[in-house]
């Protein structure tokens, strides 16, 4: 399965997903400077990681080859809980695993609810309650 694709750097945009340091990270944003005499425009993207949250920057000619991770969205319905984590099934795949249920989610998990999930990397983390 491919994991990441290239895009040219100069068609980055808020919002959209890239690899720094091999995390995927959402741009937050983007700072370009002017072409200098002897090369291209440089760009300095701040992204925040999908997993971990943390803050990382990219800086790279316009012009470069950036690494950008496939991100895939998925729904998935709440069989049981039990603490910390929960134990869904993938309702396209019918594939059944177990999660971590982040902080700000875990009052609103329960028994038959459904949520999304967003997969990258081999890594997958509980988005949201639908």
Known sequence: MVE?????????????YVLID????????IESSKPGKH?????????????????????TPG????????????????????GKN???????SNEVYDIEIPEELISQIGNGKEV???EAMGRKKMERVR
């Open 4 to 16: 990441k694709v290239f895009a040219v750097a100069k068609e980055l945009k808020e919002g959209k």
């Open 22 to 29: 091999d995390i995927p990270c959402r741009v937050v944003e």
């Open 39 to 59: 090369g291209a425009a440089k760009m300095r993207v701040t992204g925040i990681g999908v997993f971990e949250q943390q803050k990382k920057t990219l800086l």
């Open 63 to 82: 012009d470069a080859d950036v690494e950008v991770p496939i991100i895939e969205r998925k729904n998935a319905l709440v069989l049981s809980v039990s």
């Open 86 to 92: 929960a134990n869904v099934m993938d309702q396209n």
């Open 116 to 118: 999304e999930i967003i």
